[in-house]
């Protein structure tokens, strides 16, 4: 391969962009792949974009971005060149240069799938034939296969060519991931920010109707960095190129946030309602405010969100870009968070007018759409409910989904044994305790760890205590790099030497898939033509996020976490028991109105309702 200047390279894939028209926006699925982990959805867009399906990939860990450009360059038939840490603001380049790859990737799938023939097999044939059985395309694409007449039949062929568009590539930022970084005098790099610099690698991209997801809650700095930027502008008509989507997981937080951004003329094109607790990888918990009634009150007050909003942002936006919006932007709300099932979709869907359902978990089984390694696939279609636990593992402080007997498990537990606890830390992300230093460092790291074990050994301990606060600190995973090595172990590219541990991090639905199964078998299943729950006894996922959230306040209780007696805990399992409480009537009224028949469901809404009694009166919470 003959050698090419890093900048013509560069031009080659903005030309493979540039040269794709897309005559129409908007897919007809509806549902996406929401972000999982660094690695399982790091190139989802590559495997799945050109069939219509939108998915959402971690841009935080550069390591890896940089793992997948070396992969993906030579399938362009185009040499790789490195973005070095000798280059300035390389992270925010690498970022970047992914993006765009992608993109070019992506479209040069669609163009070649658009003139492929509607024979069986084709990937033309398998891109109508996944849509939803609704879809006016769908039908289409039906009505054509049964014109008897060749001319009228090519006439059809024609205009559904026209019809296939790409699925977004969206990005997905941990807003709390934003430690500081610095030059090699020690000096604080302005605006260099883990989760600024992502941003601005994201924003110099060229992706098209794109949405970068913000999540984990606010980040003043991040969202000051967004007021300036004009790629998040609208246009005269009130449309985006580059949009935002908040993750949330109540009504309360969409309204803060909404509204200090609107103020900083930056529109939320999507509130994005995850389950607290019925997720997976963090997990953040309400107080005891499920997921059916967030939904009911997202409903009931979106009109007005959207009004309250528009009215703030719109003199913000004129004084940026000279022009009144008179058209209110689109605000979408999409949900995920342990759906299993076509009929619990079609609810969500129809009932709360939601646009898109995210399915997570159940997409680690499906090669063609998710990155998994082959021994954390196999643990995977094993997984049962015991095996998928909300650990304190993570070096962040919360929650987070452990599956069992991971490699990065059992290298953990190695290191313990041998007496040499902790993470080298190569990669510096989760940098965010300053117990014994003027710099943050990470809990899951060997310095930490050992500074941590020295103050207990200097402690007047029992023997009993020392074990107990030794083994919380000594449990901090590598996040880092147990989440980006399944990439490494899939496509046999270095991450980082002689590091080969995989974390992973499903929700609790993981439990109800168990068969490894082909991208258009998992649609077939989300649309309802096919059925892949494999736990006959599985429960609604209102109900399963429920008995979580039980679970969850009696493990709050039985740890300690603040006297149930001292007036600021004691309001707030009060507030958590009437919430739940709340959920129970909701819920209530769903099935009276015959809106929920899923078998079994009245009589576990009756034995959670008498277990949330049980714990009201223990601890005299009502």
Not at 368 to 378: I, K, P, R
């Amino acid at each position: 391969m003959k050698t090419i200047e890093k900048n013509d390279i560069q031009s080659l894939i903005k030309q493979k962009i540039d040269q794709y028209t897309q005559e129409q926006t908007g897919s007809d699925h509806t549902f996406h792949i929401p972000v999982m982990g660094l690695a399982y959805t790091i190139d989802s867009p590559a495997k799945v974009a050109r069939f219509g399906i939108s998915s959402v990939l971690s841009i935080i860990e550069d390591r890896l971005i940089e793992m997948m450009r070396a992969y993906y360059y030579p399938k362009l038939n185009l040499p790789y060149q490195p973005i070095t840490k000798q280059e300035p603001d390389y992270r925010a380049k690498r970022v970047t240069d992914y993006l765009n790859l992608l993109q070019a990737i992506v479209y040069d799938q669609v163009s070649k799938l658009k003139s492929e023939a509607f024979e069986t097999g084709t990937e033309i044939t398998k891109y109508f034939e996944m849509l939803p059985d609704n879809s006016i395309i769908k039908n289409m694409y039906l009505d054509m296969i049964q014109c008897p007449h060749p001319s009228e039949r090519a006439e059809k062929q024609a205009l559904l060519r026209k019809k296939i568009v790409a699925g977004q590539i969206d990005v997905n930022i941990l807003t709390k991931v934003d430690g500081e970084t610095y030059d090699k005098d020690g000096n604080t790099i302005a605006d260099g920010s883990n989760a600024v610099t992502v941003l601005r690698g994201y924003i110099n991209s060229d992706l098209r109707n794109s949405s970068i997801c913000l999540s984990a809650g606010m980040n003043p700095r991040l969202y000051s960095y967004l007021e300036n930027k004009d790629a998040f502008y609208p246009d005269e008509n009130s449309q985006f190129n580059k949009k935002i989507i908040i993750k949330v997981s109540d009504y309360r937080s969409a309204l803060i946030q909404g509204k200090f951004l609107a103020k900083k003329g930056v529109w939320v094109s999507e509130f994005r309602i995850e389950s607290g607790l019925n997720c997976g990888g963090h997990a953040f918990a309400t107080t005891g405010y499920l997921l059916g009634p967030v939904l009911e009150e997202f409903k009931q007050n979106r009109e007005q969100l959207i009004q309250d909003m528009f009215a703030i942002y719109q003199p913000a936006i004129s004084q940026k870009t000279g022009f009144d919006l008179s058209k209110t932007p689109e605000m979408l709300v999409t949900v995920q968070g342990g759906i299993g099932t076509y009929e619990e979709d079609t609810f969500l869907l129809n009932h709360y007018d939601i646009a898109s359902t995210g399915w997570g978990s159940p997409f680690l089984l499906v090669p063609e759409a998710t990155t998994v390694d082959d021994h954390s696939l196999q643990l995977l279609s094993k997984a049962t409910e015991k095996d998928v636990h909300l650990s304190d593992f993570s070096p962040m402080g919360i929650p987070f989904y452990y599956l069992n007997g991971t490699t990065s498990e059992l290298n953990k537990l190695a290191m313990i044994a041998q007496g040499n606890p902790g993470s080298a830390c190569p990669e510096k992300l989760l940098q965010f305790n300053t117990e014994f230093t003027e710099r943050p460092i990470c809990a899951a790291s060997k310095q930490y760890q050992a500074l941590k074990l020295e103050q207990l050994q200097s402690q007047d301990l029992s023997a009993a205590e020392y074990e107990e606060k030794k083994a919380q600190v000594v449990g901090k995973d590598c996040l880092c790099v147990g989440l980006s090595n399944a990439a490494s172990l899939k496509y046999n590219e270095l991450f980082l030497k002689n590091f080969k541990a995989v974390n992973v991090c499903p929700g609790p639905n993981i439990a109800n898939f168990s068969e490894i199964v082909s991208l258009q078998k998992m649609v077939d299943h989300i649309y309802g033509r096919t059925n892949l729950v494999t736990n006959k006894k599985r429960s609604h996922m209102f109900i399963a996020e429920m008995k979580i959230y039980i679970q969850y306040l009696r493990d709050e209780i039985r740890k300690g976490k603040g006297d149930t007696n001292t007036p600021k805990r004691k309001a707030y399992y009060k507030t958590y028991i009437s919430n739940m409480l709340d959920a129970v009537a909701y819920y209530r009224s769903l099935v009276e109105k015959s809106l929920i028949n899923h078998i079994g469901f009245t009589e576990e809404l009756s034995l959670a309702a008498d277990e949330i009694e049980n714990i009201s009166q223990t601890f005299q919470l009502r």
